[in-house]
């Protein structure tokens, strides 16, 4: 199992950006697929992005060309870069290893877009 810290999120204006940080820490980091999901009020968590051992990435159509994901293998961290944010980007963000373990959820960090 993995422990994961998210951090990075805020309040920003639409068209803003962000840098979200996933601390891991327990079993061997590099060994997993990595996701980032959000959860938005009153609706069902979703998939934004993930990134592959080696890197490879795929991105929710909702985000392609706005947000970049990324991993530091050294640092045990998974980034997620968000430009061009808009209000609907508004949600709780979460890391997990993918595809999902739920013990593996932590706090989620709050991204609040306002227009």
């Known amino acids: 199992q993995v422990q994961l810290v998210e951090s990075g999120g805020g309040l920003v204006q639409a068209g803003g950006s962000l840098r979200l940080s996933c601390a891991a820490s327990g079993r061997t980091f590099s060994s997993y697929a990595m996701g980032w999901f959000r959860q938005a009020p009153g609706k069902q968590r979703e998939w934004v992005a993930h990134?592959?051992?080696?890197?490879?990435?795929n991105y929710a159509d909702s985000v392609k060309g706005r947000f970049t994901i990324s991993r530091d293998t050294a640092r045990n961290t998974v980034y997620l870069q968000m430009n061009s944010l808009k209000p609907e980007d508004t949600a709780v963000y979460y890391c997990?290893?993918?595809?999902?373990?739920?013990?593996?959820w932590g706090q989620g960090t709050q991204v609040t877009v306002s227009s």
């Open positions: 990134i592959g051992r080696s890197g490879g990435t």
């Open positions: 997990n290893s993918f595809p999902i373990n739920d013990g593996n």
